[in-house]
């Protein structure tokens, strides 16, 4: 627990002025770095056409995104196609069939980096640069410019200006992800993590046989997996091994990582709202969160440290089976998990990665125990405990609406928020944004167990099959990109099926979310009165939990029940 909770303290000492940066960036405030990469930028803007003083309204601002990220989704799918090409390819690797290369190309567009394919043996070098790390990066920048822009609409600074999409992916491109990523990545290769061109090494072990190490430029694509909240392993097995991730320090750093830019977007969503509608900070909170960045903050950090200690818990009681065979259960539920990592290390990982919507794993999920399992999924399908890229945050605050159009009702007064009234063209964005999740997720759920293609992928019948379906499809709705890695999921049903979850469960909550901003952003501010409902406030925060947890007990508990909760009482009698 001491380890759990050091490390957990290390993250607020570092998100709070990482927030501070972010929202200078946002805001288009003087940063100490202006001047290197206001040259930079300057550049970029000169040769792509960019004119940084044109604004977008909501419609132009999705438009630009979609268009954008379409075009990268067509040249790195034809990169895949033909990257059996020799060129930065020692190892020969074969080119992508077309239903993969599309599952593959839509996983990494959407920031969900869900692999159907195992990296070392499945990409060259080629498509781990100029496919993977770009998408890496862009469609982070993507998901972080649309969260922004979203900010910008609620703060309603102006009636019909969300800033521009290309100066936005520009700015958190260059002042954010390639200087943090630079400075992780040099950690990362100081503590052993390869970064180089070379093919496969074979080596003879000591049994007399031969074993095939890879290496390759594994570095570069660990940090910014980790930074922008991707997830998508260089190796198979992704973080559990010790090429990715070698050392104690480097479990730390890849945990950091995927926890700073989630958790700083709370801090700068509270300075942007709160400079714009009060015009003053005052005391701890309001000069390091904002009062209403603080209200979520806590909202969200409740939510996780539940499923935390239920997933640290639940592993720590270990597996009764085993128990029942005299094997000793002390050390916990180790199956499936790194010796060098423990519980501790593997649940906080576990409950991270799927809380801030990274994807990336040091421990096999498929093996946690039923209630372990149930965590993660559990984390993805309310998608908005911190989540990744700017998206998280704009999911919560699709549920901070709700509670204040709940609470409103309760008290008999029109709801509020941020100054702004709430009415029906809001609650029913709302209510189809809050929808599409889990119909996505419990939809093709239904469909993958009724169709003989879909049932083929399951390599565990029962509950723990029910398991590994609905936590594929939370995990593409999420775009969270982990998964219970025992289904055979390289399959035409598995591919095209989670592709279209994926795509769908980014862009269209994009679209409607900036489409609330923009409704509200063309509002007049009202005045607050004794009558208001206050949403800053510590009550309001549990309120907020409250909310989520009823939602996510209407809507996914049946599932639940007959997946990780079934499968807990046949295990534990």
């Not at 895949?80 to 690797?93: C, K, Y």
């Not at 990523?181 to 031969?210: D, H, K, M, R």
């Not at 063309?522 to 939602?551: C, E, P």
């Amino acid at each position: 627990m001491l380890q759990i909770a050091l490390t957990l303290i290390v993250f607020l000492i570092i998100v709070i002025p990482t927030g501070r940066y972010m929202y200078h960036i946002a805001a288009g405030k003087r940063t100490f770095a202006d001047p290197v990469f206001n040259r930079i930028d300057n550049f970029i803007y000169k040769i792509s056409g960019i004119n940084p003083a044109d604004g977008m309204n909501w419609k132009q601002y999705a438009i630009a995104l979609i268009v954008t990220n379409a075009v990268m989704i067509l040249i790195g799918y034809l990169i895949l196609r033909i990257q059996s090409i020799p060129l930065f390819n020692p190892n020969g690797i074969s080119n992508m069939n077309p239903d993969l290369a599309f599952n593959t190309i839509i996983s990494f567009m959407t920031n969900t980096n869900l692999q159907h394919y195992s990296g070392e043996t499945g990409l060259s070098y080629l498509s781990q640069m100029l496919v993977i790390t770009f998408m890496m990066f862009v469609s982070a920048s993507s998901g972080y410019a649309a969260c922004i822009a979203f900010i910008r609409g609620l703060a309603g600074k102006t009636k019909d200006d969300m800033g521009n999409f290309f100066v936005d992916l520009v700015r958190i491109t260059t002042r954010i992800l390639i200087p943090f990523s630079l400075i992780g990545g040099l950690l990362l290769v100081w503590q052993g993590v390869p970064q180089n061109f070379s093919g496969n090494i074979i080596a003879q072990t000591l049994e007399g046989t031969y074993q095939v190490i890879a290496t390759g430029p594994i570095a570069a694509v660990e940090i910014i997996k980790h930074l922008g909240t991707n997830g998508g392993g260089f190796l198979g097995a992704n973080s559990s091994t010790p090429l990715e991730n070698p050392t104690i320090l480097t479990n730390l750093i890849e945990l950091w990582s995927m926890m700073l830019l989630p958790g700083a977007c709370v801090i700068m969503f509270g300075k942007m709202v709160a400079v714009n509608r009060e015009g003053k900070k005052e005391g701890f909170i309001d000069k390091f969160f904002g009062r209403e960045g603080f209200t979520v903050f806590m909202a969200m950090s409740i939510l996780f440290l539940i499923g935390l200690g239920v997933c640290f818990w639940a592993e720590s009681q270990g597996n009764p089976i085993l128990g029942n065979l005299g094997l000793s259960q002390v050390m916990g539920s180790m199956e499936g998990k790194e010796v060098r990592f423990g519980i501790a290390q593997s649940a906080l990982f576990t409950t991270t990665t799927t809380s801030f919507t990274t994807g990336t794993v040091n421990n096999m999920h498929d093996t946690l125990t039923p209630l372990g399992g149930m965590v993660p999924m559990l984390h993805m399908m309310l998608n908005v405990v911190f989540g990744g890229k700017g998206v998280g945050l704009m999911n919560m605050i699709m549920y901070v609406i709700l509670a204040v159009f709940i609470c409103g009702l309760m008290i008999g007064r029109t709801p509020e928020y941020l100054g702004k009234k709430i009415e029906g063209r809001e609650m029913k964005l709302v209510a189809l944004t809050i929808i599409i999740h889990p119909l996505l997720i419990l939809g093709f759920s239904a469909l993958a167990v009724s169709l003989q293609s879909g049932l083929a992928g399951i390599t565990n019948p029962g509950f723990h099959g029910l398991s590994q379906v609905l936590y594929e499809f939370a995990s593409s709705a999420a775009n969270n990109g982990s998964g219970f890695e025992g289904l055979a999921d390289n399959t035409l049903f598995w591919n095209i099926s989670t592709g279209l979850v994926m795509f769908f469960g980014r862009y269209l909550s994009i679209m409607l979310q900036l489409a609330i901003a923009g409704s509200l952003m063309r509002k007049n501010f009202v005045n607050q009165t004794a009558g208001s409902l206050r949403t800053n406030t510590v009550s309001f925060a549990i309120i907020l939990v409250v909310v989520v947890y009823i939602f996510a007990a209407l809507t996914f508990f049946p599932s639940l029940a007959l997946g990780p909760i079934a499968e807990h009482f046949a295990l534990w009698g």
